[in-house]
């Protein structure tokens, strides 16, 4: 059976998100029937919570992330595991900067977005506002020219909710969501240790199912499942695909965005995980090779590059940006936009005002982006963040200067120009084909030489059937390094190839402009 047949479809998991006091808990509490946002300090949200909730016989997965600016981190965990984001936008405040970096996480991970407006029965909500100040922002709504739905909803009298979950399953039904189930994943929220029971982790199952029993390894930690207690705080023999579960059993707390894998099969799983640090992960894992948490943050961006070099796309260089003034925004943008090269795309995902903040680092990071500073302020403790987290920040005085460093590390994102170097070329007037079912080709040199270890690609009627490597070249007996015009030998290939009579092979080297 094929790994397509395999996968079977999911519930959706859904992340609520906003700016502080615009009604992301109240909501929850409607749709749960529970009064949370009543018990918290301050009425703000301090940590990730997670629910399973049906409705009309369908299972969503709903996760709650703080608002304020203090829990950025919070916020990027549940944005990375989300199907679907829900952006809660209050009718009587609009847009904030809370708003903003959800959007932004949003556009750049291209996850799909649903916008709440919320507390529309307010006397001074202005939903025209909001949905100006969204398109300001980046979010075209439907009626304004995009495709983002937007619900106007009260969380606190119920006014439009079944609506929005109308459109969460809808939403949902058309990403068409899959998992495999042969695979026992989990991605962890929040992990801590408690007196009586040990490290216990915050999980959302990504794919597959936990077991009591279960054999499950993280980066650094391993253990057997001695508990699983669900959301409703009960205690379950089994946790399915999409559902927030609590382990217990684990040896160490482990890192919030680390992946677990499970299994009944302790010696495969370790297999897995021993030559891997893994990351945080959606529709299969992101990994990232030991090796390279040493390497300088320079390096690392020179391995960022060489990433977007290999996939074979247009490079993109995000870029996080902190000036001292609105006005210098404005014309580092705009130098920036004169500067551009249409090979690449320099994209300020993020701007802002002020001292570069731990905010702009995580997100950095969340982005594979780097920091650019203008006049900004960074303290120590900002720079020892950045470093931990492998973010490159860079500051600068001189407008002309970060441009131009800004455009150089661009332009070295611009893939080489590949060049054939003509060597020369054969006739293939035999073939002969050996045990092993690979191929030789009975060659004469017709012009320049044929040379060992170099590319080659064949032409049959005109057109290129074949490119590969010439692994080997025979005269008579012999193995020769090279064969020159006039000479009659055997050439091998990698991959191997079925030649025919009367082909063409053509010797080139590969060169990089």
């Given at each position: 059976m094929t790994k397509e047949k395999q996968k079977t479809n999911r519930p959706p998991i859904i992340t609520i998100m906003g700016h502080v006091d615009h009604g992301k808990t109240t909501l929850m509490d409607h749709i749960k029937k529970t009064h949370i946002a009543d018990k918290e300090a301050g009425g703000i949200t301090q940590g990730i919570?997670?629910?399973?909730y049906s409705y009309k016989g369908k299972l969503m997965t709903f996760i709650d992330t703080p608002g304020h600016e203090a829990f950025t981190k919070m916020r990027e965990r549940g944005s990375t595991i989300s199907d679907i984001i829900l952006l809660v936008v209050a009718a009587d405040d609009g847009v904030k900067p809370q708003t903003k970096e959800v959007i932004n996480l949003a556009l750049h991970e291209k996850t799909p977005m649903i916008v709440a407006i919320n507390k529309v029965d307010l006397p001074n909500a202005d939903v025209t506002k909001v949905?100006?100040?969204?398109?300001?922002?980046?979010?075209?709504?439907?009626?304004?020219?995009?495709?983002?739905?937007?619900?106007e909803i009260s969380a606190k009298t119920g006014q439009g909710v079944d609506a929005l979950l109308d459109m969460i399953m809808l939403v949902a039904d058309l990403e068409d969501l899959h998992e495999d189930p042969s695979?026992?994943?989990?991605?962890?929220?929040?992990?801590?240790?408690?007196?009586?029971?040990?490290?216990?982790?915050?999980?959302?199952?990504?794919?597959?199912?936990f077991e009591i029993g279960d054999f499950v390894i993280g980066d650094k930690s391993y253990g057997k499942v001695r508990a699983l207690i669900n959301d409703e705080g009960e205690r379950v023999k089994k946790a399915d695909v999409s559902?927030?579960?609590?382990?217990?059993?684990?040896?160490?707390?482990?890192?919030?965005?680390?992946?677990?894998?499970?299994?009944?099969?302790?010696?495969?799983?370790?297999?897995?995980?021993?030559?891997?640090?893994?990351?945080?992960?959606?529709d299969g894992l992101d990994t990232v090779e030991i090796n390279e948490i040493e390497k300088t943050p320079i390096e690392l961006l020179d391995a960022l590059m060489n990433q977007s070099k290999a996939a074979d796309k247009k490079p993109v260089l995000n870029i996080v940006l902190k000036a001292d003034v609105v006005g210098s925004i404005e014309a580092i943008k705009n130098s920036l936009e004169n500067a551009a090269n249409d090979?690449?795309?320099?994209?300020?995902?993020?701007?802002?005002?002020?001292?570069?903040?731990?905010?702009?680092?995580?997100f950095a990071k969340s982005t594979r982006a780097v920091v650019i500073g203008f006049n900004a302020q960074i303290s120590p403790r900002i720079q020892t963040l950045a470093s931990r987290e492998r973010v490159i920040i860079m500051n600068y005085k001189i407008i002309y200067e970060?441009?131009?460093?800004?455009?150089?590390?661009?332009?070295?994102?611009?893939?080489?120009?590949?060049?054939?170097?003509?060597?020369?070329?054969?006739?293939?007037?035999?073939?002969?084909?050996?045990s092993n079912g690979s191929y030789v080709a009975g060659t004469i040199v017709k012009d320049g030489k044929v040379v060992r270890g170099y590319n080659c690609y064949v032409t049959r009627g005109g057109e290129r059937v074949y490119e590969g490597k010439i692994t080997s070249i025979r005269h008579f007996k012999d193995e020769v390094k090279e064969a020159a015009k006039g000479v009659e030998c055997g050439i091998s290939t990698l991959p191997s190839?079925?030649?025919?009579?009367?082909?063409?092979?053509?010797?080139?080297?590969?060169?990089?402009s």
């Open positions: 919570r997670a629910f399973s949905k100006t100040e969204l398109a300001t922002a980046g979010v075209m709504l439907e009626g304004w020219g995009g495709d983002t739905v937007s619900i695979q026992n994943t989990g991605i962890v929220l929040e992990s801590y240790m408690t007196k009586t029971t040990g490290p216990e982790s915050q999980v959302i199952i990504k794919s597959g199912s559902t927030p579960i609590r382990i217990l059993g684990l040896s160490t707390v482990l890192q919030s965005g680390e992946m677990i894998i499970g299994g009944k099969d302790k010696v495969k799983l370790e297999e897995i995980m021993s030559n891997k640090v893994t990351a945080i992960v959606d090979a690449v795309d320099m994209r300020l995902i993020r701007t802002g005002t002020g001292e570069i903040t731990e905010s702009d680092v995580l970060l441009v131009d460093d800004v455009v150089t590390a661009a332009e070295s994102m611009i893939p080489p120009e590949i060049v054939e170097v003509y060597i020369g070329s054969g006739e293939i007037i035999d073939v002969f084909k050996l190839f079925e030649f025919l009579k009367g082909d063409k092979i053509t010797c080139i080297r590969i060169e990089k």
